[in-house]
């Protein structure tokens, strides 16, 4: 697992992704806080949170 997670980066990447992109960060980055994910699902399109939940099952 990775310890120094440069979260303003992932941040950055996160903005400029495509939805399914942003699934794929959103799931597979480790190391965050509970606070910098909840930062990330600022900038996911709240429509599509059921594809988010589908893809943390």
């Given at each position: 697992?990775?310890?120094n997670v440069?979260?303003?980066?992932?941040k950055e990447?996160?903005?400029n992704?495509?939805?399914?992109?942003?699934?794929?960060?959103y799931t597979t980055?480790?190391?965050?806080?509970?606070e910098q994910f909840k930062e990330l699902l600022k900038y996911f399109p709240i429509q599509h949170l059921d594809k988010l939940e589908k893809a943390m099952a």
């Open positions: 697992m990775e310890q440069n979260f303003e980066a992932v990447q996160f903005k992704s495509s939805l399914d992109e942003q699934i794929r960060i980055t480790s190391g965050l806080t509970v």
